[in-house]
């Protein structure tokens, strides 16, 4: 499989496991409301045996109790059925992508750099805003001093946003996993690694 068939492949399990994980996540909330449902039906069965004793229900009332159980425990069974298989779905595409993924890891590595360098571009673009905001902050700051000294209160602290882009600029601060060690070919080819 070459690089382009493997992002599209790519491409189609992602899709598909975005569904599969919709319809588990729907399950999930399916079979807890039949949960609920079961919990209501053994309370209100309870209750009716309760009422039966003393002569406040008839047998006709703890019957359908006991037949509302019996919907309530086939529908948990269903709804664990269907969770149950959702879930598998889910992790069957999740192996095939880690499947892909290893198979094709260089192609989806020069993806992964490509999108790395994208977000350093679009970070170091708000730079001069950024610098512009830094430096309002401080003339506040200088504006408020002699004030805040002649009042004997606190002046403006510090502007409240770290300044990033050294270590971007420097490459210290990626959109990388921290511990993924990227090498290039020409890297490879000098022994760099």
């Known amino acids: 499989m070459n690089s382009e068939q493997a992002r ?13 994980q919709r319809n588990y996540s729907e399950g999930t909330v399916n079979r807890a409301q039949a949960e609920a449902e079961r919990a209501a039906a053994v309370r209100s069965l309870a209750a009716l045996k309760t009422a039966r004793a003393s002569g406040g229900a008839n047998s006709g009332e703890v019957d359908a109790a006991h037949k509302r159980l019996a919907r309530a425990d086939q ?14 779905a889910v992790k069957a595409l999740e192996y095939q992508l880690d499947e892909l ?5 260089e ?32 003339a506040a700051a ?11 209160v606190e002046g403006v602290g510090s502007f ?18 921290p511990s993924v060690l990227v090498t290039t070919a020409a890297q490879e080819a000098d022994g760099l690694e």
């Not at 599209?8 to 599969?20: D, G, I, K, N, Q």
């Not at 504006?143 to 002649?150: G, H, I, V, Y």
């Open 8 to 20: 599209a492949r790519r491409a189609e399990l992602e899709v598909t496991l975005a569904t599969a």
């Open 75 to 88: 529908s948990v069974a269903a709804q664990h059925e269907l969770t149950n298989a959702a879930l598998d």
């Open 101 to 105: 993924f290893g198979a094709n890891l």
């Open 107 to 138: 192609a989806f590595v020069e993806d992964a750099e490509a999108a790395t360098r994208r977000a350093a571009t679009a970070l170091l673009a708000v730079e001069a805003p950024f610098e512009a905001a830094r430096e309002a902050w401080e």
């Open 142 to 152: 200088r504006a408020w001093a002699p004030l805040a000294r002649a009042a004997r």
């Open 160 to 177: 409240p946003v770290a300044d990033v882009f050294r270590d971007v600029r420097a490459g210290a601060v990626v959109a990388r996993p």
